[in-house]
T-cell receptor, first 113, second 114 residues
Framework: DQQVKQNSPSLSVQEGRISILNCDYTNSMFDYFLWYKKYPAEGPTFLISISSIKDKNEDGRFTVFLNKSAKHLSLHIVPSQPGDSAVYFC????????????FGPGTSLSVIP | ETGVTQSPTHLIKTRGQQVTLRCSSQ?????VSWYQQALGQGPQFIFQYYREEENGRGNFPPRFSGLQFPNYSSELNVNALELDDSALYLC?????????????FGPGTRLTVL
């Protein structure tokens, strides 16, 4: 039973345009959400996070939106750059077990110059 | 400040054998988590160690075990290897200061079981 879903295995976007990566979750106990970026032959790198008490968090070109009622979050990258090409993982954890982070299967983003 | 390192990079074993994977935490970190990433999937939480004690475990059988040492480095041991154990094993370290500690990942060990 996949608690964190990323239904788009891949996404291609033109350089300079917006990239939108989506994530859905099923466990209503999740209250902290993270996005990680992974390049080949490297471990995942933390990108941005959001707590369930917020509906938006921004960090430079990256913005995460959270819709708790729909159990949906999205990562917006504006403007997209070729260096953003990587696999993006959505992850979630619950206050009762912050040590246990549940990852989605990932979305491979290609930013075309 | 050194990052998280893992050894070896790649490893090939046969079914039934035992394997030990190693992880050095980022300087100053006291918590280590291990993840298994199968091809095409996201990392799956195996267990976490905090101050040398297991502190949370995912849905993995007891043949997956670990250790954390006083210098906060860690080992993951897998006994009686099965073909499905073939995966990328990731180690992540963090500093436990609150409820939402950021984890820093190593590059992983690619294990192939034949």
């Amino acid at each position: 039973d996949q608690q964190v879903k990323q239904n788009s295995p891949s996404l291609s976007v033109q350089e300079g345009r917006i990239s939108i990566l989506n994530c859905d979750y099923t466990n209503s106990m999740f209250d902290y959400f993270l996005w990680y970026k992974k390049y080949p032959a490297e471990g995942p790198t933390f990108l941005i996070s959001i707590s369930s008490i917020k509906d938006k968090n921004e960090d430079g070109r990256f913005t995460v939106f959270l819709n708790k009622s729909a159990k949906h979050l999205s990562l917006h990258i504006v403007p997209s750059q070729p260096g953003d090409s990587a696999v993006y993982f959505c992850a979630a954890s619950a206050e009762t077990s912050y040590d246990k982070v549940i990852f989605g299967p990932g979305t491979s983003l290609s930013v075309i110059p | 400040e050194t990052g998280v390192t893992q050894s070896p990079t790649h490893l090939i074993k046969t079914r039934g054998q035992q394997v030990t994977l190693r992880c050095s935490s980022q300087s100053g970190h006291n918590t280590v988590s291990w993840y298994q990433q199968a091809l095409g999937q996201g990392p799956q939480f195996i267990f976490q160690y905090y101050r040398e004690e297991e502190n949370g475990r995912g849905n993995f059988p007891p043949r997956f075990s670990g250790l954390q040492f006083p210098n906060y480095s860690s080992e993951l041991n897998v006994n009686a290897l099965e073909l499905d154990d073939s995966a990328l094993y990731l180690c992540a370290s963090s500093l436990r200061t609150g409820v939402t500690d950021t984890q820093y990942f190593g590059p992983g060990t690619r294990l192939t079981v034949l």
